[in-house]
Each structure stands twice: as C-alpha cells, then as structure tokens.
Antibody, heavy 119, light 113 residues
Framework: QVQLQESGPGLVKPSQTLSLTCTVS??????????WSWIRQPPGKGLEWIGY???????YYNPSLKSRLIISVDLSKNQFSLELSSVTAADTAVYFC???????????WGQGTLVTVSS | DFVMTQSPDSLAVSLGERATINCRSS????????????LAWYQQKPGQPPKLLIY???IRESGVPDRFSGSGSGTDFTLTISSLQAEDVAVYYC?????????FGQGTKLEIK
C-alpha cells in the first residue's frame, strides 16, 4: 500500500521560501502513470491545487502561484518537493501531497502538514 | 479556467434520509473521445486528508459504500447519499481533472439535522 508523508518546517517568516518534501513509501514514484501533486488548505477553507510533477520531471503549476513555485522530484529518494518563494500570511495552510492519475483524480494523500507564515 | 461551483454551501439532513450535493463546472468536462466526465468527489472529515469517493463522475472508488452515488454529465453533477449515516458528516468537494490546471469546488458541509 502506497503511503505519502509530508515533512518540513512548520513556521516560515514572511518573504522567505517555504520548502516541503513528500516521501513516498510502499511503491516506486516511477511506477504507473501517476502525477505527484501538492494541494493546500488554508485554515477553515477549501482545497487549492498547487501543482504536480511526473517522475520524468514534467511539471504543471497553478497559474496563480507559478511565478513563485518550483516542484522537483528525487527518484533516488522516492521523494518530490515543493518550494514556494516570497511567502506571505496568505500562504498559511495545511499542505498535502497526493498521488493523482489522469483517470481518477487523487487517490492517495498524505496526512498534511500545517505551515504558518509569521515573523 | 474551469471554475467549479458547489451548492449548497451547507446542508443538514436527518439520519436515514437522502442528501444531495450539486457541482457545476463553468465549462464542459466531458471528454468527447472517451465519453467520460473528468470529475471526482471527495469526502473530508475534520483533521483528515480528503478521501476519494467517486471518479469519472459516477464510478465508486474501491471500498466506498454503495449509498454514495454520482451522476451528471457535461457541466452539471450530483453526489447523492441515499441514506445518511452519522459517519457521513463531513465536507464534500468536487474536482475536475479534465484540464491540466486542476480545480476544486468550494466544498459543501454536511451535517445531521
């Protein structure tokens, strides 16, 4: 059974870069026709797709975040990562990593990690 | 942009009764080459990640109780819970995966009346 786990700092200062990693266990990040995604949820609000990456390195980003966003993959560690630069309080959210497929949306999710942007 | 709009924002239903949640896409998410609607429904309980319930607008994910069903095509979709159970209290989201820029509805909060 594939599992995903987010890791990274829970507190980031305004204007700095938010960095998170998702570790995939129980299966290879290269197997199957999956995309590996980041999704966030501000406290008490709805879900916002951030972007995704294929194991080949091809990425697709939410246009509203594209200028500040980098998603990368490390096949040797079975991980993919998120970097969001120039953060503000509006970037405070629970950040989820998830596995997606072109046929079904997101079928596997991490538990999520709360990132607070504050000085 | 594919804007997904759910209605209502919140809903209270008695145990054992039917619950219906609607989702409308600003553009059709029916892919003509395979005649499939690229729409998924998720259930999110407090403190948990979303759980995939339905994909291709009407296919239940493995292990999802058959009281959950999805219907609709093109731009208008419905999630129905045929007989509400206490454990169904949650927020429900629709999501389109037709376009590479993925989008979610704003969510519908389902409570017990």
């Amino acid at each position: 059974q594939v599992q995903l786990q987010e890791s990274g700092p829970g507190l980031v200062k305004p204007s700095q870069t938010l960095s998170l990693t998702c570790t995939v266990s129980g299966g290879s990040i290269t197997s199957g026709d999956f995309y590996w995604s980041w999704i966030r949820q501000p406290p008490g609000k709805g879900l916002e797709w951030i972007g995704y990456i294929y194991y080949s390195g091809i990425t697709y980003y939410n246009p509203s975040l594209k200028s500040r966003l980098i998603i990368s993959v490390d096949l040797s560690k079975n991980q993919f990562s998120l970097e969001l630069s120039s953060v503000t309080a509006a970037d405070t959210a629970v950040y989820f990593c998830a596995r997606g497929g072109s046929a079904y949306g997101f079928d596997m999710w991490g538990q999520g990690t709360l990132v607070t942007v504050s000085s | 942009d594919f804007v997904m709009t759910q209605s209502p924002d919140s809903l209270a239903v008695s145990l054992g009764e039917r619950a219906t949640i609607n989702c409308r896409s600003s553009r059709s998410i029916l892919y003509s080459s395979d005649n499939k609607n690229y729409l998924a429904w998720y259930q999110q309980k407090p403190g948990q990640p979303p759980k995939l319930l339905i994909y291709w607008s009407s296919i239940r994910e493995s292990g999802v109780p058959d009281r959950f069903s999805g219907s609709g095509s093109g731009t208008d979709f419905t999630l129905t819970i045929s007989s509400l159970q206490a454990e169904d209290v949650a927020v429900y989201y629709c999501q389109q995966y037709y376009n590479i820029s993925l989008t979610f509805g704003q969510g519908t909060k389902l409570e017990i009346k």
